[in-house]
């Protein structure tokens, strides 16, 4: 059973538009949200993260909210720029105890086009 | 270079054979983790090391799979009797207590079983 979905397997955006990637979960325990991303032969990098508390937090460019109640956290990107190309996973936190890991979705594949 | 490093990066072998991979963390981080992403699929969490101690294993962590992390500093995880559906990707992260769902990750070893 996936905990956190990403319904979108790709997504292509314009250079210089706004790249929007989208993640639902269904644990309610999850108490903090993270967003990863990921070139090809390389491991995934923290790109920014919200805790439960917020829902917004904004570094530069990228831009996460968060929508409890709908369970549901958004990353936008703006500008896209063609180094933004990579695989986007959302992660999340659960405050319950239990493992300590993160519970990943299985990624977008964002693609920026010049 | 001071960041997560894993090794070897490929690894081929035979179903039956068994492996070992090599995390080194980053030199302060004091927790370490081992995930596991086959394609089309998220990083999978499979255990933890605080230090020395091995404090969560997932259901995914067969009895063929064992990791250590001796003197808490590098983990080696290993692999007996190999099936095919072991084969993906072994991912190491690492990461302080007090800010660990920012894990930094190495590039990963991929294995494929034959």
């Known amino acids: 059973d996936q905990q956190v979905k990403q319904n979108s397997p790709s997504l292509s955006v314009q250079e210089g538009r706004i790249s929007i990637l989208n993640c639902d979960y269904t644990n309610s325990m999850f108490d903090y949200f993270l967003w990863y991303k990921k070139y090809p032969a390389e491991g995934p990098t923290f790109l920014i993260s919200i805790s439960s508390i917020k829902d917004k937090n904004e570094d530069g460019r990228f831009t996460v909210f968060l929508n409890k109640s709908a369970k549901h956290l958004s990353l936008h990107i703006v500008p896209s720029q063609p180094g933004d190309s990579a695989v986007y996973f959302c992660?999340?936190?659960?405050?319950?105890?239990?493992?300590?890991?993160?519970?990943f979705g299985k990624g977008t594949h964002l693609i920026i086009q010049p | 270079d001071t960041g997560v490093s894993q090794n070897p990066r490929h690894k081929i072998t035979k179903r039956g054979q068994n492996v070992t991979f090599r995390c080194d963390p980053i030199s302060e981080h004091n927790r370490l983790y081992w995930y596991r992403q086959t394609l089309g699929q998220g990083p999978e969490f499979l255990t933890y090391?605080?230090?020395?101690?091995?404090?969560?294993k997932s259901r995914l962590l067969s009895d063929r799979f064992s990791a250590e992390r001796p003197k808490g500093s590098f983990s080696t995880l290993e692999i007996q009797r190999t099936e095919q559906g072991d084969s993906a990707m072994y991912l190491c992260?690492?990461?302080?207590?007090?800010?660990?769902?920012?894990?930094?990750f190495g590039s990963g070893t991929q294995l494929s079983v034959l």
């Open positions: 992260a690492s990461s302080l207590i007090g800010v660990r769902e920012k894990l930094f």
């Open positions: 992660a999340a936190r659960s405050a319950g105890g239990g493992a300590d890991g993160l519970t």
């Open positions: 090391f605080q230090n020395e101690a091995q404090l969560e």
